[in-house]
């Protein structure tokens, strides 16, 4: 069952690129495809996200830092006192508690962040490729990953290049 539906879909997916192949070919608009990785790494906005990013971590690695040593700190001296000493201890639990507390809200806060961030930088990455190919009267961008999408394409018709420089003349508001 699962192998005619893919089986099936290969013969979708090879259709299509036929079709597309035949009309880029045969008069119709023109057909170009991008490197994804290269446009998405190459895109200003992912860089100045990333680097916001970098400096969150950065203080929050700090903070971390510092709680880590005073649990050490007071680790040491709980065991030069042999654990005599109760109120260290409890004192202790409580810091080792925030400490916990704190790295998984902090984790969580990553995940979250990163997720928001790649939604924006993709919506906007996907609004300029849009207004490129109106504005080029291309008929299709085609996206090459590596993954199956373009098996192959002339590199001729390759406008990653010409992409990354529209997208960051677009986000830094520059018209075309």
């Not at 849009?130 to 590596?146: A, R, S, V």
Request: glycine fraction near 8%; charged fraction near 30%.
């Amino acid at each position: 069952m699962k192998k005619g539906i893919v089986n099936t879909a290969v013969v979708i997916i090879c259709l299509i690129t036929l079709i597309i192949v035949i009309w880029d070919k045969f008069g119709g608009a023109p057909v170009k495809y991008v490197e994804i990785k290269k446009i998405y790494d190459g895109f200003e906005m992912k860089k100045e996200y990333e680097d916001k990013f970098k400096k969150v971590q950065g203080m929050r690695s700090k903070i971390m830092d510092s709680l880590e040593m005073e649990l050490k700190i007071m680790d040491q001296q709980i065991g030069i006192s042999n654990g005599a000493d109760k109120e260290l201890i409890a004192k202790f639990q409580v810091k080792r508690d925030v400490f916990l507390e704190k790295k998984q809200k902090f984790n969580e806060d990553d995940a979250a962040t990163v997720q928001d961030y790649d939604a924006k930088i993709l919506k906007q990455l996907n609004q300029y490729i849009e207004d490129y190919g109106k504005e080029t009267n291309c008929e299709y961008i085609l996206g090459y990953t590596g993954n199956g999408e373009v098996l192959y394409g002339r590199p001729e018709n390759n406008i990653t290049d010409e992409i990354v420089k529209y997208v960051n003349s677009k986000y830094n508001g520059q018209a075309k």
